[in-house]
């Protein structure tokens, strides 16, 4: 079996605010179809990283490849600044508040990057877009405008979104803990199919049961750095350290 | 008293009309200049830049702090002053020129307008949802598409009330242009009531006349805003 391509690495990550250091040198590698769930208690830097990923967060210092294209960072400062909305395309990203644009309809959520970005005609764009949308289920809400949708509901237009632009991995920055309890499943069934189709994702979750069953990999973070990392079966029968054993104990 | 308002030589309908035609020329044509101060005024003093904002808040702190009668002395005289001196220095026998009323009018009216709309746009930008400039930069948009796809389209939604304003406080102050001799509706007001003596009857007529436009400005705001807040839930 030939080894999974790469699709993203991220090398020796730092990220400091001011001169609090909240990601101290953090690596991580995605290969194609890998689920990764990042976990870790609150503060312990996993949006920060995320979001260092796609460059919404610049870090400090560290390498960014996506797709084989690199972007370097040092003292704060991108080598090849140009790259970023390159990597930014290739990368979906889902945020814990949906972020959808509330002036335009789901339909026109989902149409906006390909056709502006991707510079698709209008017309592949719709095609995608409504197909995309009957994908999340949402066939018969694509012409509401985000505020007439529930939370679960905009969560997948924002889903659809993301997958629009045919990204190589898509990025979850807790994508259920804005939802009503009773909406979070819709969402994470969505998540699922998506892992099963072979996606490439990254997920910060508080989602015990999306990390145990969903995902291929576990990374726990602690205090901006990895704590542990490896299969999911395996982290959570025998935690190695003591932070992760607390930190599964604590949400059980 | 029907003949008071009758068109042509004999009643003052038609020198009204005309001084209601040039009172709405004047504020349309300030609209676009006093806005596009404005968007600058905004613009520098959201900038990272510090002589930037502080250029921005310069413009607004001063214009915000004159009357407006007096910045219109001042952009009519002083502007005019410099014409002449700018056409003397390129034909020394140029005759002097007079700066014209309506330019200046314009200019001055503009100025405040830009002023006061810069607040209004910056309150505007800064309430706008960050979640969704970054959701724009995470598909790859870039800062002008971030700008004109997702923040001015919201913009107006937020700006239009205080933009609205704005506009009605303009179009009231159009006739301070009276005083330096624009033959607006204000101004044709007062000649009219110096010739036939009936003060009464005529700024009743003129009171009247700006009334309407204002009501007029209010309905149309209204579908500007009902359009800008479509699909906006009422409270959020
Ligand atoms: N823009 C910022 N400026 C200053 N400090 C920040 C900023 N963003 C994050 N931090 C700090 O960085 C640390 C890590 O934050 P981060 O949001 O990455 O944590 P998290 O692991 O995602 O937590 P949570 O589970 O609560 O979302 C926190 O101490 C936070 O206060
Ligand atoms: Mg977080």
């Known amino acids: 079996m030939t080894k999974p391509e790469t699709i993203l690495k991220a090398e020796d990550i730092h990220k400091s605010f001011g001169r609090l250091e909240v990601l101290k040198g953090i690596s991580l590698e995605a290969r194609n179809h890998d689920v990764i769930s990042i976990l870790g208690s609150s503060g312990s830097g996993k949006s920060t990283f995320l979001r260092c990923l796609n460059f919404l967060e610049i870090p400090t210092s560290g390498k960014v490849t996506v797709h084989g294209e690199e972007i370097l960072v040092k003292n704060g400062k991108p080598q090849n600044v140009r790259h970023i909305e390159d990597i930014r395309s290739r990368l979906g990203m889902v945020f814990q508040q949906f972020n959808l644009w509330t002036h335009r309809t789901a339909l026109e959520n989902v149409m906006e990057g390909p056709v502006q970005v991707k510079r698709e005609p209008n017309a592949e764009a719709r095609d995608k877009a409504e197909a995309l949308l009957k994908r999340v289920g949402l066939e018969d809400r694509m012409h509401m405008y985000p505020s007439q949708l529930s939370g679960g509901q905009q969560q997948r237009v924002a889903i659809a979104r993301a997958l629009a632009m045919e990204p190589d991995a898509i990025l979850f920055d807790e994508p259920t803990s804005a939802l009503d309890p009773e909406l979070v499943g819709e969402v994470l069934k969505v998540m699922q199919s998506l892992a099963a189709e072979g996606r490439t994702m990254i997920v910060v979750t508080h989602e015990m049961g999306f990390a145990r069953e969903v995902s291929s990999e576990v990374v726990f973070l602690h205090e901006g750095r990895i704590a542990e990392q490896g299969p999911p079966d395996e982290m959570f029968a025998n935690p190695k350290t003591e932070v992760f054993e607390r930190f599964i104990s604590k949400v059980k | ?236």
């Open chain 2, 1 to 236: 008293m029907f003949e008071l308002f009758a068109y042509g030589d004999a009643g003052w309908g038609d020198e009204i009309l005309r001084g209601l035609a040039i009172t709405v020329q004047l504020a349309i044509v300030t609209l676009p200049v006093g806005l596009f101060l404005g968007f600058l005024a905004a613009f520098a003093s959201l900038s990272g830049l510090r002589p930037l904002r502080a250029l921005g808040f310069g413009y607004t702190t001063i214009m915000r702090g004159l009357p407006e009668i007096l910045t219109l002395f001042v952009v009519y005289n002083g502007a005019g002053l410099l014409l002449n001196k700018g056409l003397r220095w390129w034909n020394p026998d140029a005759p002097p020129s007079d700066f014209s009323p309506f330019a200046a009018g314009v200019i001055a009216l503009g100025m405040v307008f830009g002023a006061f709309a810069g607040e209004v746009l910056r309150g505007a930008f800064q309430s706008l949802d960050k979640g969704q400039v970054e959701a724009g930069r995470a598909i790859g948009m870039t800062d002008r598409q971030i700008f004109r796809r997702i923040q001015l389209p919201q913009l107006w939604r937020f700006a239009l009330p205080g933009l609205g304003n704005l506009w009605i406080n303009m179009l009231k102050d159009t006739a301070l242009v009276s005083v330096i001799a624009l033959d607006d509706l204000m101004r044709m007001t007062k000649v009219a009531v110096g010739v036939t003596k009936q003060p009464f009857t005529f700024y009743l007529l003129a009171c009247l006349i700006y009334w309407a436009m204002c009501v007029l400005s209010e309905v149309v705001l209204a579908q500007m805003e009902r359009r800008a807040n479509r699909g906006i839930r009422r409270a959020v």
